[in-house]
């Protein structure tokens, strides 16, 4: 994965999983084994479209949305992609075979993240080892393809979940492929990310509620 889309991911992932809407970009290099340059162009690019706010000491989200629209659109999935192959095993038993280490995405992530699926499904993408797929997967004579391995990150293991993507990079993922069954998968995701802020929103104002003798209303 290129560097940007480990820094864009990691923003997005404070934003949506640990509700933290402020942070450095100092941080954002260790956390990414990203160059500060890196991360300034970046910050520089989001701010220009007033998706942050620039603050001293670093920025503060303030249009996730557009930072995932940005991501989306600017998103290469196909460069991503470096083995496809054909089985004839159902989804749930491709998916059991994945070897240590994988993270799931698109269908088979949503799928882990919300134990839900919005509608059926008969691909698997999944971040893994390419060799370790294709020697319990071999390469198919069939036109026809249903397994698909994107190269692996050691960023998106660490911000993965239950062997599942992180959110931000489930929808990016899908937008991408887009059609049908993804585009029923991402508007289902919409609408879970965009509640996502507004209960960090309540739990911050709860937890001021605690320490203030002013309680403030929802």
Known sequence: MKKINRILCEILYRVY???????????????????????????????????????????????????????????NLARDITYSTYSANSVSEIEGDMPPGSVFTMFSGYSLRFNETP?????????????????????????????????????LERTSKNGAAPLAQLYVDLWQLGGSPADRFLLELKKKLKAKPVEALKALVRKENIHSSHPIEL
């Open 119 to 155: 509608t059926y499904y008969e691909e698997v993408y999944v971040y893994a080892d390419q060799d370790a797929v294709k020697r319990k997967f071999p390469e198919s004579q069939a036109e026809r393809r249903n397994l698909f391995v994107l190269r692996q990150d050691p960023h």
């Open 17 to 75: 999983e640990r509700n933290e809407f402020f942070m450095s970009q100092k941080a954002l290099a260790q956390a990414c084994e990203a160059s500060m340059d890196a991360v300034n162009r970046l910050v520089k690019k989001l701010n220009q479209f007033r998706s942050i706010e620039k603050k001293p000491l670093g920025f503060r989200v303030t249009e996730s949305e557009k930072i995932l629209t940005y991501w989306a659109t600017t998103r």
